[in-house]
Nanobody, 120 residues
Framework: VQLQASGGGLVQAGGSLRLSCVAS????????MGWYRQAPGKQRELVAF???????NYKDSVEGRFTISRVSAGSTGYLQMNSLKPEDTAVYFC???????????????WGQGTLVTVSS
């Protein structure tokens, strides 16, 4: 199983980006999917997550600006980021709990990270 994150780039403050996370390989089901970010010199933090039932949760500072979603039976996820601010600059990682077969347990997987840079 692999997670592939993409969609990062350079954008001016107030702009938008959409990050994508695609899970591939032997996938039976995806539990939750989340996005984390890590700014230089800071710890990795949870930005948003979405459960298999579609419930969402956001970090306070992105609430109302970011929207997490998932399609394709949960194996593809997105993070729509609007009204971006310089403090949103970070490497963004996708994360998911995936089960490869009905007889296996959920395991946690991480994507490789995609850099988002917001200029002021």
């Amino acid at each position: 199983v692999q997670l592939q994150a993409s969609g990062g780039g350079l954008v001016q403050a107030g702009g938008s980006l959409r990050l994508s996370c695609v899970a591939s390989g032997s996938i039976f089901s995806v539990n939750f999917m989340g996005w984390y970010r890590q700014a230089p010199g800071k710890q990795r933090e949870l930005v948003a997550f979405i459960t298999s039932g579609g419930s969402t949760n956001y970090k306070d500072s992105v609430e109302g600006r970011f929207t997490i979603s998932r399609v394709s039976a949960g194996s593809t996820g997105y993070l729509q980021m609007n009204s971006l601010k310089p403090e949103d600059t970070a490497v963004y990682f996708c994360n998911a709990e995936i089960r490869s077969s009905p007889s296996t347990k959920y395991r946690e997987y991480w994507g490789q990270g995609t850099l988002v840079t917001v200029s002021s």
